[in-house]
């Protein structure tokens, strides 16, 4: 009788048990009715439940995790017939069932602890559950862009409206780009370029620079414009093998920040275009403008920056069309990029990985390149939008998501 009453326990599965309140997409429907079978028709048969599986361990994968386990060592008297795999986060659970070890628990949030366990069922019904495995899956983190395969942005610019992959432009392309010809780096395929071949500016000057970012009514930025790191000798000397591409004939000058961005920065009804010039600014102190040569040509493949990815313009403003790789903000493996800058509406911008350390491109991203979700703001978590980095063209913004202020 203690055998039947267990049987009819596992036929309804936990629900009316006490196990849990498991919204499990695969249950063990076929279990329960073979197990309820069995306790009829072997009412007076001697069987207990199967012992514990033993030696649980747990891999996490990208939205699953793997369990590795042992049979128990006894089978109560009737062969075990399956094996459950439970994983939970609080009162959410996934159920998976299978014959024998591994298994691959699928269906779970990246970011999320689960607790897994493994149980053995026979024809009495569900056994008692392992230990439990603690476990997070995560997003595998790729290489999502071949760096010597770079998806070329030429042409890939909008006066019309926002895209994703375009940069918003008010403007009409002038013809202005900065380099006269073609570099070795630009791949045959006409595509793509490589960013492991591209050459930069030659030499080290060093600058005194001042940055200073402020919280109050308004997101204070202030600074000298000049960077922390050493720039390349501009204008580009005529020895500089760089001058066979790009003669940027322009010396860098000190050109003073006193902006105030939207300290509360909020999406706006519609996006908004990027003018030429300055965009945003870097964590380096340094103005970012927008991924245009001016000619509309993809400036990061075309115009010829130093080693920290600077360069000057006309008036001796320095400035990225990236995100530099001198930046102290690094990024760590398996976690959101840190913070790499602020951009004229007010939003952050950040380095290339997303949530869990998943390197994003254009495809994870909106039209401006951005995206919503938990962040730390100021020191205050907040779900609010912010734009990424890519290693594609845009690189950085495509368009403004708040109302950017003048900035100069
Ligand atoms: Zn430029
Ligand atoms: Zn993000």
Same mark, same amino acid.
């Given at each position: 009788m203690k055998q039947f009453s267990l049987a009819i326990c596992a036929a309804i599965f936990l629900s009316a048990c006490g196990g849990s309140s498991s919204v499990a997409s695969s249950t063990t429907s076929g279990t329960s009715g073979a197990t309820n079978g069995a306790g009829v028709t072997n009412a007076s048969? +001697?069987?207990? #439940?199967?012992? $514990?599986? $033993?030696?649980?361990?747990?891999?996490?994968?990208?939205? =699953?995790?793997? #369990?590795?386990?042992?049979a128990p060592a006894s089978d109560g008297g009737a062969t075990i017939a399956s094996y459950t795999a439970t994983c939970m986060a609080g009162s959410v659970s996934r159920t998976i069932s299978t014959t024998s070890s591994p298994v691959v628990v699928t269906g779970l949030l990246n970011g999320t602890k689960y607790r897994c366990n493994v149980?053995? +069922?026979?024809?009495?019904?569900?056994?008692?559950?392992?230990? =439990? +495995?603690? #476990? $997070?899956?995560?997003?595998?983190?790729?290489?999502?862009?071949?760096? =010597?395969?770079?998806? #070329?942005?030429?042409?890939k610019f909008s006066q019309t409206g926002p895209a994703v992959g375009y940069v918003y432009t008010c403007y009409s392309a002038n013809g202005g780009g900065g380099a006269s010809s073609k570099g070795p780096w630009f791949n045959s395929d006409g595509l793509t370029w490589n960013s492991l071949s591209k050459i930069s500016v030659q030499g080290a000057v060093n600058w005194t620079s001042s940055f200073l970012v402020s919280f109050g009514s308004t997101l204070g930025i202030t600074g000298n414009g000049l960077p922390p790191n050493p720039t390349g000798t501009f204008p580009i000397a005529s020895t500089d093998p760089a001058y066979a591409y790009d003669r940027n004939p322009n010396a860098i000058a000190q050109a003073n920040i006193a902006w105030g961005l939207p300290a509360h920065p909020v999406v706006a009804d519609k996006p908004?275009?990027?003018?030429l010039g300055a965009i945003g600014v870097l964590l380096d102190g340094v103005r970012l403008f927008n991924a245009d040569d001016g000619a509309n040509r993809d400036a990061v493949a075309w115009e010829i920056q130093d080693a920290c990815q600077g360069h000057p313009e006309r008036t001796g403003k320095y400035h990225h069309h990236n995100v530099s790789s001198c930046l102290t903000q690094k990024d760590t493996p398996g976690q959101h990029s840190p913070l790499v800058g602020y951009i004229a509406d007010g939003f952050g911008l950040y380095g290339n990985l997303g949530e869990n350390g998943k390197a994003l491109t254009?495809?994870?991203?909106?039209?401006?390149h951005g995206h919503t979700h938990m962040i730390v703001v100021n020191g205050v978590a907040v779900n609010q939008y912010h734009y990424h980095q890519t290693k594609e063209f845009p690189y950085t913004i495509g368009c403004y998501k708040g109302t950017p202020v003048s900035i100069n």
């Open positions: 048969a +001697v069987f207990n #439940l199967p012992g $514990t599986p $033993t030696n649980v361990t747990g891999i996490a994968g990208d939205g =699953s995790v793997t #369990l590795n386990f042992m149980a053995a +069922v026979n024809a009495a019904g569900v056994g008692a559950v392992s230990a =439990s +495995v603690e #476990l $997070t899956p995560v997003v595998a983190t790729a290489i999502a862009i071949d760096p =010597s395969k770079v998806p #070329l942005g030429d042409g908004r275009c990027t003018g254009n495809a994870d991203l909106d039209e401006c």
